[in-house]
Structure formats: structure tokens, C-alpha cells
T-cell receptor, first 112, second 116 residues
Framework: DAEITQSPRHKITETGRQVTLACHQTWNHNNMFWYRQDLGHGLRLIHY???????NKGEVSDGYSVSRSNTEDLPLTLESAASSQTSVYFC???????????FGEGSWLTVV | GDSVTQMEGPVTLSEEAFLTINCTYT??????LFWYVQYPGEGLQLLLKATKADDKGSNKGFEATYRKETTSFHLEKGSVQVSDSAVYFC???????????????FGRGTQLTVWP
């Protein structure tokens, strides 16, 4: 079955380190998204991509970057991790009909 | 811009009680509306959706009707179970011009706890 997977599922890192969260989907969806989930805020959009070599900033993009070198992957990089980036991160992709968005299982990141 | 406001929790119910979680939205154009559920330690799962006014989404005993006149999409279930304990998120997508294509705008989530 096609799916969307994230790794690592859990990570603890130190302030100032670079961290990359992987997202891989096997549906061949063009549209992919990264959200972060924080208590009291719901999910907020970090970055998104509509296809290979396309990346766009969401509402909370500061301190994050993404790259899209192929259709299947949209890795999220924290250039210099900060304690404010402790969160749960969700990757998502959107099917061609436009109305169903699939989520990965999440990556729990703690910055100490 | 597009936004979603949902009833804040937590909501605590006894098993077999009736559930309503209110959700209202602001959007230009004609958004699609969703309810997602997140069980403890897991990701988000699509619970139900509606893509046009007066549509009713339903799944696992949950229902929500897309009401354009009241800009609402309230989630209901007639008889909740302990296994329904989770966080529920209302979301919309694709309101119209100016909306980011395909992105979801989420409410803040409502924690539901059902006691036996």
C-alpha cells in the first residue's frame, strides 16, 4: 500500500545543532506540506511544495528550510535548533483530486 | 484570511453520552471542510469531510454537516465510547483566491475524554 512515512519518530537534540526530519511518500503526490503541532495552537504550516524544485514558506517558516529534489521526499531542516522548536512535526501530502490530505505519523522533536 | 474556530476543551463525557464539538469557519470562496482525529501518540487521521454546502460527512458514527449559512461544521456522535477518547481537529482547505492551494487551516483541537 502507498504510504507516507516520517523519520525519526523521536529525537532529542541540543540547542544549535542542525537537525533534518525526513518525509517520504509513495503516492507520487506533487503537493507536500510540513506542519508543527503545539498545545493551544493546533497545527501550523511551516513549508510546502507543489513539485520538484518548488518550495514555499508557510506561516512559521523562520529557522526551517526544505528542499524538493524528487517527488517522493520533502526533508525539513532546522539549521540551528532552538528550544522553541521543540514540537511535534507532521508531514502531509495531497492527492490529485485535491480534497484528501494524508498525514505521516509525526516526529517528536525535543531541543535541550 | 481563512481560519477555523473550534470549541475548546477538554470535553469529558460518560460512555453513551451525546457529543457535539462546535466548529465555525471564515473563508472566501467555497472551502472543503474536514474533521481529523488524533489518538494518543499517533498522527492525524481523516475522520470525515464535506466538499460543498449541505453535504454531510459521516464515519464511525460521527457526523458533520456543512452549513454555509452559519459557516459551521459541527461534529456530532449519538453515543460515544471510551475508544473515542482523542483530540479532534476541525480544518478547512481551499477557500478561494489567495488561499494556499491544498493547505489545511486547523482549529486548535478539542480533547475528548470518555469515561466508562
Amino acid at each position: 500500500d502507498a504510504e507516507i512515512t516520517q523519520s525519526p519518530r523521536h529525537k532529542i537534540t541540543e540547542t544549535g545543532r542542525q537537525v533534518t526530519l525526513a518525509c517520504h511518500q509513495t503516492w507520487n503526490h506533487n503537493n507536500m506540506f510540513w506542519y508543527r503541532q503545539d498545545l493551544g495552537h493546533g497545527l501550523r504550516l511551516i513549508h510546502y511544495s507543489y513539485g520538484v524544485q518548488d518550495t514555499n514558506k508557510g506561516e512559521v517558516s523562520d529557522g526551517y528550510s526544505v528542499s524538493r529534489s524528487n517527488t517522493e521526499d520533502l526533508p525539513l531542516t532546522l539549521e540551528s535548533a532552538a528550544s522553541s522548536q521543540t514540537s511535534v512535526y507532521f508531514c502531509a501530502s495531497r492527492d490529485s483530486s485535491g480534497n484528501t490530505i494524508y498525514f505521516g505519523e509525526g516526529s517528536w522533536l525535543t531541543v535541550v | 484570511g481563512d481560519s477555523v474556530t473550534q470549541m475548546e476543551g477538554p470535553v469529558t463525557l460518560s460512555e453513551e453520552a451525546f457529543l457535539t464539538i462546535n466548529c465555525t469557519y471564515t473563508a472566501t470562496g467555497y472551502p472543503s471542510l474536514f474533521w481529523y482525529v488524533q489518538y494518543p501518540g499517533e498522527g492525524l487521521q481523516l475522520l470525515l469531510k464535506a466538499t460543498k454546502a449541505d453535504d454531510k460527512g459521516s464515519n464511525k458514527g460521527f457526523e458533520a454537516t456543512y452549513r454555509k449559512e452559519t459557516t459551521s461544521f459541527h461534529l456530532e456522535k449519538g453515543s460515544v465510547q471510551v475508544s473515542d477518547s482523542a483530540v479532534y481537529f476541525c480544518a478547512l482547505s481551499g477557500g478561494g483566491r489567495g488561499s494556499t492551494l491544498g493547505r489545511l487551516y486547523f482549529g486548535r483541537g478539542t480533547q475528548l475524554t470518555v469515561w466508562p
